[in-house]
């Protein structure tokens, strides 16, 4: 290679990793941004912003995940199970959507939608701890519902009411932790 080509490889590499730095830096002033607006509760103006940068970039994996948090934290659960669904098919390996959106269903009695889910997130992740907290609370759940239906169909069953009593103590409804914005 000539000293002239290889001057101009060696420029180009160097534009290159100085545009993938400011490319970084300017994503991270924008996820800045987003913590500070979603800190002093101006969740409509961090929306409006997150919906703005996905204009942009539709396939961001961490803003459309931001962007279910956010839906979530303004109590607009039926929009936030539609990103963090969506954001599961589209990136199956990465657990977190899945545990979000187990967490919903969770908030809303659905059980069995938040077991399948958590089970998706540890097909995607084995060793998220997260995902395994989540899920035996959602065992839990079923225990406790399936030993209320029992005490229910047998009042006089003298074994279930103290496991039905450690369980209430152990859990309370929708407890399943969500993860903050970072996929």
Same mark, same amino acid.
């Given at each position: !290679?000539?000293? &002239?080509?290889?001057?101009?490889?060696?420029?180009?590499?160097?534009? *290159?990793?100085?545009?993938?730095?400011?490319?970084?830096?300017?994503?991270?002033?924008?996820?800045?941004?987003? $913590? +500070?607006?979603?800190?002093?509760?101006? %969740?409509? /103006?961090?929306?409006?912003?997150?919906?703005?940068?996905?204009?942009? +970039?539709?396939?961001?994996? /961490?803003?459309? &995940?931001?962007?279910?948090?956010?839906?979530?934290?303004?109590? +607009?659960?039926?929009?936030? !199970? $539609?990103? &963090?669904?969506?954001? @599961?098919?589209?990136?199956?390996?990465?657990?977190?959507?899945?545990?979000?959106?187990?967490?919903?269903? @969770? *908030? *809303?009695?659905?059980?069995?939608?938040?077991?399948?889910? =958590? $089970?998706?997130? =540890?097909?995607?992740?084995?060793?998220?701890?997260?995902? %395994?907290?989540?899920?035996? $609370?959602?065992?839990?759940?079923?225990?406790?519902?399936?030993? @209320?239906?029992?005490?229910?169909?047998?009042?006089?069953? #003298?074994?279930?009411?103290?496991?039905?009593?450690?369980? +209430?103590?152990?859990?309370?409804?929708?407890? #399943?932790?969500?993860?903050?914005?970072? #996929?």
């Amino acid at each position: !290679m000539s000293p &002239f080509l290889s001057s101009v490889t060696r420029c180009l590499a160097a534009l *290159a990793v100085l545009g993938a730095v400011a490319g970084a830096r300017a994503q991270a002033d924008e996820q800045a941004e987003l $913590d +500070r607006l979603a800190a002093a509760g101006e %969740h409509a /103006q961090a929306l409006a912003r997150v919906d703005k940068l996905l204009e942009q +970039r539709p396939r961001d994996a /961490q803003l459309r &995940f931001r962007k279910g948090v956010l839906l979530a934290e303004v109590q +607009r659960p039926a929009e936030a !199970m $539609d990103v &963090f669904a969506k954001l @599961a098919a589209d990136y199956p390996e990465i657990p977190e959507p899945h545990n979000n959106l187990a967490v919903l269903h @969770a *908030a *809303a009695g659905d059980y069995d939608q938040a077991r399948a889910a =958590l $089970d998706a997130a =540890l097909r995607a992740n084995p060793d998220y701890a997260v995902a %395994h907290q989540n899920l035996g $609370d959602i065992h839990a759940q079923l225990a406790r519902r399936s030993y @209320a239906r029992a005490l229910q169909l047998d009042p006089s069953n #003298p074994v279930v009411p103290p496991k039905l009593a450690l369980l +209430r103590q152990l859990v309370t409804p929708a407890a #399943p932790t969500a993860p903050r914005p970072s #996929p």
